[in-house]
């Protein structure tokens, strides 16, 4: 965290908790981030330079965990303008359909792109969204494949990804 809250970037690093983050005890995952210089987002927004509302809830594992809040992002609205265009983070895509049409667009991960794709992604058998662009009732979902692995390091038809999104005025 440090390194990246060093890198400069102009509004800072932005924290959103997501499922491993429980496994691992995301009170002290989330205090080191802030210790290193990040702003966590949980159900919280806060306005980026140029008047956008970037907003991040809480990782929907923990509504089914009973570990933590879950996601609200009714909440996490109403902490900033709500005539903003709106930027939401939230770590698993499933939650876009709660979202949509809410947002103007939702960053994702967690699908890790299937991960293992031979020739066809069994992803797609299971979740509606896995790995890319999706558009729907006027709002927009990306859905990164990040760089990790779940299980067995293997990553087969998934390449790992880093995405830059660069948000400006329409």
Same mark, same amino acid.
């Given at each position: 965290?440090?390194?990246?809250? %060093?890198?400069?970037?102009?509004? %800072?690093?932005?924290?959103?908790?997501? !499922?491993?983050?429980?496994?691992? *005890?995301?009170?002290?995952?989330?205090?080191?981030?802030?210790?290193g210089?990040?702003?966590?987002l949980? !159900?919280?927004?806060?306005?980026?330079q140029? *008047?956008?509302?970037?907003?991040?809830?809480?990782?929907?594992?923990?509504?089914r965990?009973?570990?933590?809040?879950?996601?609200?992002?009714?909440?996490?609205?109403?902490?900033?303008?709500?005539?903003?265009?709106?930027?939401? &983070?939230?770590?698993?895509?499933?939650?876009?359909?709660e979202?949509?049409?809410?947002?103007? &667009?939702?960053?994702?991960?967690?699908?890790?792109?299937?991960?293992? !794709?031979?020739?066809?992604?069994?992803?797609?058998?299971?979740l509606?969204?896995?790995?890319?662009?999706?558009d729907e009732?006027?709002?927009?979902?990306?859905?990164?494949?990040?760089?990790?692995?779940?299980?067995?390091?293997a990553?087969?038809?998934?390449?790992?990804?880093?995405?830059?999104?660069? &948000?400006?005025?329409?």
């Open positions: 965290m440090r390194e990246l809250a %060093g890198l400069g970037i102009r509004d %800072g690093v932005t924290i959103i908790p997501g !499922n491993h983050d429980y496994y691992a *005890g995301v009170d002290a995952v989330l205090g080191a981030c802030r210790d210089g990040g702003t966590v949980r !159900n919280q927004g806060r306005v980026l140029g *008047g956008i509302a970037l907003l991040g809830v809480d990782d929907v594992w923990a509504r965990s009973n570990d933590g809040p879950g996601p609200d992002l009714a909440a996490a609205i109403a902490t900033v303008d709500p005539e903003l265009p709106r930027v939401l &983070l939230c770590h698993n895509p499933v939650f876009f359909e979202a949509r049409g809410q947002v103007a &667009l939702q960053l994702s991960g967690h699908t890790r792109g299937g991960e293992v !794709n031979l020739g066809v992604r069994p992803a797609d058998l299971v509606t969204y896995v790995s890319g662009r999706y009732h006027g709002s927009t979902l990306y859905v990164n494949r990040g760089f990790g692995t779940a299980g067995p390091p990553r087969v038809g998934a390449r790992p990804e880093v995405t830059l999104v660069v &948000l400006g005025a329409a």
